[in-house]
């Protein structure tokens, strides 16, 4: 089991970003840098395709860049993330689209295809090497291309004007882990579509054990929205791919004006967990189709050993407001929250569309309690064709109790073949809404599997929030493994389920303790590292750290490559007593772009 790392060599003088955020998979890192500053002159963007300030550019067309001179085509294009990171490319509006990049061979074009089109009627600003970035874009040489930025309008698209329809939004989002097999594919459009059925040669899917036949497909009454349903559950703990309108294609996807969609232009994947159980069923008791919406302040802490838990070694305490929109729609377009002093924070999209966020981290709770104090916040957000939402969410006054596993040593040894309790401290002060969670899952190469949660609506379990304990059954844990656990308090300030149609909402403070159980039958497995942060040492040397097993040797690899073959062996390292360690190694060079891994052993 491992997690991956990119990493590569930056000159003096240009400083590290004080951090990265793990991205939703957690089944890898990216880190990637620029390379080392040399002597020599500047790279100059010689033109951009579209031209600066032109307008009704067709919502497929690429933006190309042409430079004086040959670039580092080893740094990837990294288009920003608002709020989660800087790229080395970005747009405005945030989150209107999401590019790849294709390098010529003279390495003096660079080709952005825009994944899913550009939005209609939009105008739209480019900013490439923007302040701020951990990717600069650079020459051959290593020197950094000075930020630049250009400005463009889209058409119209559809309506009479012969432009292609968009795919705006699938669900579940390309890449997702973990997804149900019992979820249906949901695509959404920019425009009517024309309701054909019979779609089995316009979507390509592929996937071991998947039967193509078995989807069905349902038009919305608007024609903009297409959902494909397959008969059974889709096969476990597989990746499954999709393609609209593939090359050859005796069938079409295309709007209601008989416009194709671009072909072979869209495509996904994805990847199912495992079978589990509760034929469908959702353990919070929430129909799978619905979206939500939340305002937390949330604190994570870390238990090690029987001691008290401690604050997590990065991003201790945060607030967060999110929402989320309904699989079928609408979609959720923008959004804010102003807090009790009249202060307003604007909610950023995501690349994939449908899911806005606004977070800040902080050290320490009194930090975040300053910055954000008790009272009464609005959150307020946009979705497709709805008036605007506006809904009162009270924060409360206090926090609940840290989480604290009471027997965490026994919870070390649990023999799987008996019944274990689990045991934590009281929730003191708990009314009302407040609650109590529980999740333990098991780490594979298909993502992260619950084995076990309370509460849980498909069992039923109950955990009712003066618990201190609850019994593990016999047979649920397996022998010889090491499961990843959290214990939840939540003090909740408001809940419903029926304010906005088919979307959930909550509001409240939070704490969260991480933990380990483990039990025998063997040599103990370790966890899977969690890659916890990264500096250049005054040496040169690259620093990475990381959280895993107390007292394990995990095994440091690394490559030039993330899909090479053959990763080399750069050092063992044995984490504390904690569960903390420390790798080191030397740059590969000027320019090297390294990943690299932690293997579990």
Request: aromatic share 12%; charged share 15%; net charge negative.
């Given at each position: 089991m491992h997690h991956l790392v990119c990493f590569a060599s930056r000159g003096p003088g240009l400083g590290w970003k004080d951090r990265v955020r793990t991205f939703s998979s957690g089944l890898f890192l990216m880190l990637c840098a620029g390379a080392r500053v040399a002597l020599g002159q500047a790279p100059q963007l010689v033109s951009s395709d579209p031209a600066n300030n032109a307008t009704g550019v067709p919502l497929d067309a690429p933006l190309v860049f042409t430079f004086d001179r040959a670039m580092n085509s080893d740094v990837p294009l990294v288009p920003t993330v608002p709020g989660l990171i800087v790229g080395n490319i970005e747009f405005e509006p945030a989150g209107a689209v999401f590019v790849t990049g294709t390098w010529s061979a003279d390495k003096r074009v660079l080709t952005c295809e825009p994944l899913d089109g550009w939005p209609p009627s939009t105008a739209i600003t480019w900013r490439l090497n923007p302040p701020g970035t951990i990717f600069p874009l650079a020459s051959a040489d290593g020197m950094p291309l000075a930020t630049v930025s250009g400005r463009f309008t889209t058409g119209a698209g559809g309506g009479g004007g012969g432009a292609a329809p968009v795919l705006i939004a699938v669900i579940p989002a390309d890449g997702a882990l973990g997804v149900p097999v019992t979820t249906t594919v949901t695509f959404i459009f920019d425009r009517p579509m024309k309701r054909t059925t019979g779609l089995s040669g316009a979507i390509r899917w592929a996937g071991n054990g998947l039967d193509p036949e078995r989807f069905s497909y349902t038009w919305s009454a608007d024609g903009q929205t297409l959902t494909a349903d397959y008969a059974g559950d889709l096969p476990a703990s597989t990746p499954i791919s999709w393609r609209l309108n593939p090359a050859g294609a005796t069938v079409l996807l295309e709007s209601a004006e008989n416009v194709p969609l671009p072909e072979d232009t869209y495509r996904g994947v994805f990847v199912t967990g495992s079978a589990g159980g509760g034929?469908?069923?959702?353990?919070?008791?929430?129909?799978?189709?619905?979206?939500?919406?939340?305002?937390?302040?949330?604190?994570?802490?870390?238990?090690?050993?029987?001691?008290?838990?401690q604050p997590a070694p990065e991003n201790p305490v945060q607030f967060g407001a999110f929402v989320s929109s309904p699989r079928n729609g609408p979609l959720a377009t923008a959004g804010s929250v102003t807090l009790p002093n009249g202060t307003q924070k604007t909610l950023s999209a995501a690349p994939f569309g449908g899911y806005l966020a606004f977070y800040e981290d902080f050290t320490n709770s009194a930090a975040l309690d300053a910055a954000y104090p008790a009272g009464t916040y609005t959150l307020r957000f946009t979705q497709s064709g709805q008036p605007e939402r506006q809904i009162s969410l009270p924060m409360p006054a206090s926090a609940p109790p840290v989480p604290k596993i009471a027997n965490y040593d026994a919870a070390q040894t649990i023999n799987p073949a008996l019944d274990f309790t689990l045991q934590w401290n009281t929730f003191t002060g708990a009314a009302g809404l407040d609650s109590i969670s529980l999740s333990i899952v098991e780490t594979n190469l298909s993502g992260e599997t619950v084995v076990f949660q309370a509460p849980d609506m498909c069992v039923p379990r109950e955990l009712p929030v003066t618990s201190t304990s609850i019994v593990i059954p016999a047979g649920t844990l397996q022998a010889n493994r090491t499961y990843q656990a959290s214990l939840t308090f939540s003090k909740l300030g408001y809940a419903a389920t029926n304010a906005v149609p088919d979307m959930a909402g909550a509001a409240g403070i939070t704490r969260t303790t991480e933990f380990t159980l483990r039990t025998s039958g063997g040599a103990v497995v370790g966890v899977p590292a969690r890659f916890t942060g990264y500096r250049r040492l005054p040496n040169g040397q690259i620093e990475l750290t990381f959280l895993g097993t107390p007292a394990h040797p995990y095994t440091w690899q690394r490559a030039t490559s993330l899909s090479a073959r053959d990763w080399t062996s750069a050092g063992t390292v044995t984490t504390d007593a904690t569960g903390r360690g420390v790798f080191t190694d030397t740059p590969g060079g000027p320019s090297a772009v390294r990943f690299y891994r932690a293997v579990t052993n």
């Open positions: 034929g469908g069923c959702r353990p919070d008791g929430l129909p799978e189709t619905w979206g939500g919406y939340s305002l937390f302040k949330s604190g994570s802490y870390v238990q090690t050993t029987a001691a008290d838990p």
